[in-house]
C-alpha cells in the first residue's frame, strides 16, 4: 500500500524497540483489510512526557506502549481506563479530547487467548507462579474474570503476601510449601522469568504438581517451549506460550483505533506470520507418490533440526483408519475433503518439513495454504523412477494395475495432468532420480 498524506500513522514507544514484533501484526493487519495506515517503531530515549505530547499534537493517530514506559505515560493521558488503572499500567493510547486515553490491553489480551482455546476462567481455581508486575496483572485479570481462588507461589513469600494483600482471591504460598495446595484441578500460569535462558529449570522441581493442571499458560513465547511448558506436554496437559497474548492484545488495541472486528481466519493468519518471523519457516515438499517426499522431508528435518510432519500420516491418525480404507469406504471426495482440513490445521506449524500427499496440490485452496505455510519444494523424478518405487505397493488407491505396463500408463497420464500444479506453485525444483535423500537434503536452498 502506497504512503501517502492520507496514510494514517501508528507506532510502538519503547526503548530499547528495535526488536519489537508489533509492526508485523499491525501492518499486517492493515495490509489484509486494506486499512490506509502505516505501523512504526518510536525510540524514545527519555522523555515520554515530552514524546507524547508531541505525537498527539502531530496527529499519530494511535500508540502502543512498551518497557520502560507502562506507567510513566499515564501522567500525560487525557483519561485512563478502569482496568488500567488498577493494574497501574498502560499499553495501548486511542486518540480523545485532543490526546490519548490510555488502556491496558495485555490482560483482555490474555483472557482473549484463553477463551479462542475453550477456558472459561468463571468459577475456575488458578495457581500463579511468580510474584512480579506480571503476575500482579494477571491476578487481577482472574479476579475480574471471576476465578474463585488464587494461589500465587513465588521464591519470596513476603513478595507473594504484598499482591495478597490487594486481591481477597488469592492464597499466598512460599516454594518450599508447594505441597500445601490442595490436590485439585487448575489453570495455571508460569509469570516467572525461568525458561528464558538455556539451562533453567522449573520453580517446582516436581511433576506431580503439574498434573493438578488442567490447563497451563507461560508468559514467555521466546523460546517457543520452556520447562515449564515441556513438562506439560509430557503429562498430556493442554498449554500454551504468550505468543497468543502477544497476538490478541495487539488485536484489541487495533480494534479501538479503528472500530473494527478481527474475525478469527485474520488472527489465525496474523499468528502464522509471527511464528514464521520468531520460530522459523517451514519447508513443504510436494510430488507425485514415490518421488521421496517423506525420505527427503525426514533427512532434511535432521540435517536442519527441523520438525517432521507426513500430511498422510498425521491425517491417518486423527481418522484412525487408513487413506485406502477413506477411499474404498467413502470417496476420493472425501478423503480430498478431509486433506484439505488437515492442511489448514497444520497452518500455524513453525519450523517444520511437511511431507504433503502427491494430490494434496489438485485444489486451490489447498496450494494457497500451502504456499502460505512456507517454501514449496517440487521433488521430480521420471515416469521409470516412479514405476519402480511404487510398484507392488498395495496401499496406493489410485494405483491399481494388473501389469507394470499398465501402472506405467496410470503414472504417465496423472503426471501429465499433475506437473502443471507441481511447477506453478514451486519455489525449487529438484529431480531425485539419482540422488539419495541426504544428497537432496544438501541441495534444497
Request: aromatic content about 8%; hydrophobic content about 40%.
Amino acid at each position: 500500500m502506497e504512503i501517502n498524506g492520507r496514510t494514517k500513522i501508528l507506532g510502538v514507544i519503547g526503548n530499547p524497540i528495535e526488536h519489537t514484533l508489533s509492526p508485523i501484526i499491525h501492518n499486517t493487519l492493515c495490509r489484509i483489510l486494506g486499512i490506509d495506515a502505516v505501523y512504526v517503531p518510536i525510540h524514545v530515549e527519555s522523555d515520554i512526557i515530552t514524546a507524547v505530547k508531541g505525537l498527539a499534537e502531530s496527529g499519530v493517530y494511535g500508540l502502543n506502549i512498551t518497557v520502560p514506559y507502562k506507567q510513566d505515560v499515564m501522567s500525560v493521558l487525557s483519561s485512563v481506563d478502569d482496568e488500567a488503572a488498577e493494574i497501574g499500567a498502560v499499553n495501548t493510547l486511542v486518540r480523545s479530547n485532543g490526546g490519548y486515553r490510555g488502556y491496558n490491553t495485555d490482560m483482555p489480551g490474555l483472557k482473549r487467548a484463553l477463551k479462542v482455546k475453550g477456558i472459561d476462567l468463571e468459577g475456575k481455581k488458578a495457581i500463579i507462579l511468580g510474584a512480579g508486575g506480571a503476575a500482579r496483572a494477571v491476578s487481577i485479570m482472574l479476579k475480574n474474570s471471576g476465578v474463585s481462588k488464587i494461589f500465587l507461589i513465588n521464591r519470596s513469600f513476603d513478595k507473594a503476601q504484598a499482591i495478597a494483600n490487594e486481591n481477597e482471591l488469592i492464597t499466598p504460598v512460599a516454594v518450599e510449601d508447594y505441597n500445601l495446595i490442595p490436590d485439585d484441578k487448575y489453570v495455571m500460569f508460569q509469570c516467572t522469568s525461568l525458561g528464558l535462558k538455556e539451562g533453567d529449570g522449573r520453580l517446582i522441581e516436581d511433576d506431580n504438581f503439574y498434573k493438578m493442571a488442567e490447563y497451563g499458560y507461560d508468559l514467555i513465547y521466546n523460546p517457543a517451549v520452556t520447562p515449564f511448558l515441556s513438562t506439560l506436554d509430557k503429562l498430556g496437559i493442554r498449554n500454551d506460550n504468550g505468543l497468543t497474548m502477544l497476538l490478541y492484545q495487539a488485536i484489541i488495541a487495533f480494534e479501538m483505533w479503528f472500530g473494527v472486528k478481527i474475525t478469527q481466519e485474520n488472527a489465525d493468519f496474523v499468528y502464522a506470520e509471527l511464528c514464521k518471523k520468531i520460530y522459523g519457516e517451514n519447508i513443504v515438499l510436494v510430488g507425485y507418490m514415490g518421488s521421496g517426499k517423506t525420505s527427503v522431508g525426514k533427512a532434511l528435518a535432521e540435517k536442519r533440526q527441523m520438525n517432521f510432519i507426513d500430511l498422510d500420516e498425521y491425517i491417518v491418525e486423527k481418522e484412525g483408519r487408513s487413506i485406502n480404507d477413506m477411499f474404498v469406504y467413502e470417496s476420493e471426495e472425501y478423503f480430498r475433503n478431509v486433506e484439505a482440513k488437515a492442511i489448514k490445521e497444520l497452518m500455524t506449524l513453525t519450523n517444520t518439513v511437511i511431507s504433503t500427499g502427491g494430490g494434496a496440490v489438485l485444489r486451490k485452496v489447498n496450494r494457497d495454504n500451502l504456499k502460505e505455510m512456507g517454501k514449496i519444494i517440487y521433488l521430480k523424478a521420471d515416469v521409470d523412477t516412479l514405476v519402480e518405487r511404487v510398484k507392488g505397493d498395495e496401499s496406493r488407491p489410485l494405483l491399481k494395475a494388473e501389469t507394470e505396463e499398465e501402472l506405467r500408463k496410470q503414472i504417465s497420464t496423472m503426471l501429465d495432468f499433475r506437473n502443471p500444479y507441481y511447477e506453478f506453485f514451486a519455489d525449487q525444483v529438484i529431480y531425485t532420480d539419482r540422488l539419495t535423500p541426504s544428497e537432496i537434503a544438501e541441495i534444497i536452498d
